[in-house]
Every structure is written in C-alpha cells, then in structure tokens.
C-alpha cells in the first residue's frame, strides 16, 4: 500500500510559524526561547514521524488553545491567536485541493476557523 502524505506538501508555514505562536497560546503570554524550542521539536516529530492522523489532531489542539485564549488582553497572546488562527485556516483550506481524506477529516474545524475568524477578538 502506499502511504498517502500529499498533507506534508500542502505549505511551511505551519512548521515556521506555529512554534511561537503555540508556545505563546499555551502560557497566556509571551514565550521564551525553551517553550519555542520545545514546540518546534514537537511539530518537527509530528511531521517527521507522526502522519497525518497525528499532524491533523495537534493542529484540532491549537485551535483549541485559541479558543480557550479568546477572552485575553493581552497583546501577546492576542497575536499569536491571530497568526495560529491564519496559518492554519491557511492550512486547512489548502488541503481541499488534495486526495485523500485530510479535506474531509478536517470540515468541522474548518467551520471552527472560519466562525473564530469572524468573532471580534478573533481577528484583532
């Protein structure tokens, strides 16, 4: 059988910008260079080892954190909300145009995006 990975094409920036963004989400604030660091190595192994199923259920976890982070003021975390939300709407959206299931495996969050992005403190 062959192992379908055409998700792994769709774009770089969830591996570039997550990092920061999640680290920032998952402390209320703004990150330090360790909590980047270790979040890079997560989505590295997710990538590198994980698969799709694993890779698509991290990124239903940082839509959760930017759910749980909408009420805050802090401007910090208000940025890494806006950035994590784009990059991975991006993401999401990307993955219609491949085969596969990913399209399908990920509807729901997309309607969680897209209502996220049209909430008032999800885009400012």
């Known amino acids: 059988m062959v192992k379908r ?3 792994l094409s769709v774009t ?5 910008e997550l ?3 999640v680290a920032g989400l998952a402390i209320g604030g703004l990150p330090d260079e360790s909590d ?3 979040q890079r190595a ?3 192994r ?3 080892t994980g698969g799709r199923r694993r890779w698509l259920r991290y990124l239903h976890e940082v839509i959760d954190l930017i ?3 909408a009420g805050s003021d802090d401007p910090d975390v208000k940025r890494a909300r806006r950035l994590a939300l784009a990059v ?3 993401h999401h959206n990307l993955l219609l145009g491949l085969p596969g299931p990913a399209a399908r495996e990920t509807a729901v969050q997309r309607e969680r995006l897209d209502h996220l992005t049209r909430q008032p403190t999800g885009v400012k």
């Open 36 to 38: 980047v660091a270790e």
């Open 88 to 90: 991975i709407s991006n």
């Open 19 to 21: 990092p920061a963004a």
């Open 42 to 44: 997560k989505i590295e």
């Open 5 to 7: 990975d055409s998700w």
């Open 67 to 69: 759910e749980q982070n």
């Open 12 to 16: 770089p920036e969830p591996e570039r």
């Open 46 to 48: 997710l990538v590198l």
